[in-house]
């Protein structure tokens, strides 16, 4: 079973409660959002394989250690992942990004994929999908069921906030996946909204209604 990692680093802490506010304005959300991205960043790579190299320092030489080369790739779900990209790429910033575009079929509830770009190497790259919300569970289901139909071996899930329900929902179909994620709130409602969430994270972060 995936494990779940809450993070609760009080600086990620502190922010997602000014991205939860009401009255925090597009500018603000957006930027707000980037921030703990970048945070999260941190501890979704905390396992990534280091190798020991040798340098000159202006006082002598030493072994000190680098990043092993592992190949990262970034995939936002569209539309509200595009606004968690930069935050990552700016602690990764040789990672690839693709992107995947899904919509749920109101007649059949089968998911379709409108949109789907990604490097050309994916099987051989640990894969961070990323989206604010994680509601149902449904549409990165989905994206991770994509990725693996293209090949993809080593995925993490990030999102800001999540419901039970959501996570409940990757842990069921994708067993495989880690999650990570700011928060774990209390319930979803009947409309398919985290409660108390943070609303719409993709009409707060491109003002659209």
Same mark, same amino acid.
């Given at each position: ?10 600086? #990620? ?6 991205? !939860?506010?009401? @009255? ?6 957006? @930027? ?20 020991e190299v040798e340098v000159e320092t202006p006082v002598a030489k030493t072994k000190t250690k680098v990043l092993s080369g592992k190949k990262i790739? #970034? ?29 749920? /079929? ?7 994929? +409108? +949109? ?7 099987? *051989? ?5 990323? /989206?604010?919300?994680? &509601?149902?569970?449904?549409? &990165? ?10 090949? &993809? ?19 069921? *179909?994708?067993?495989?996946?880690? #999650? +990570? ?11 398919? +909204? ?6 719409? &994270?993709?009409? !707060? ?5």
């Amino acid at each position: 079973m995936g494990n779940v990692f809450v993070l609760d680093h009080p600086l #990620i802490q502190h922010k997602i409660t000014y991205i !939860r506010k009401t @009255e925090t304005g597009t500018k603000d959300f957006r @930027e707000l959002v980037d921030e703990v991205s970048g945070l999260m960043a941190y501890e979704i790579t905390r396992d990534l394989p280091l190798t020991e190299v040798e340098v000159e320092t202006p006082v002598a030489k030493t072994k000190t250690k680098v990043l092993s080369g592992k190949k990262i790739g #970034i995939v936002p779900i569209l539309r509200a992942g595009l606004g968690m990209v930069d935050g990552v790429l700016r602690h990764i910033p040789t990672a690839k990004v693709g992107h995947v575009g899904l919509y749920r /079929d109101p007649k059949t509830l089968m998911p379709v994929e +409108y +949109y789907f770009k990604m490097p050309k190497d994916i099987s *051989e790259r640990e894969l961070i999908v990323v /989206d604010p919300m994680l &509601a149902t569970g449904g549409s &990165a289901a989905d994206a991770i069921q994509s990725l693996k139909k293209r090949d &993809a071996k080593k995925i993490k899930l990030m999102c800001l906030i999540a419901a039970p329900e959501g996570v409940d929902h990757i842990q069921k *179909e994708h067993p495989d996946v880690d #999650i +990570y994620l700011a928060g774990i709130d209390e319930k979803l409602d009947e409309k398919g +909204y985290i409660v108390p969430g943070l609303g719409d &994270a993709g009409d !707060r972060l491109f003002g659209t209604k």
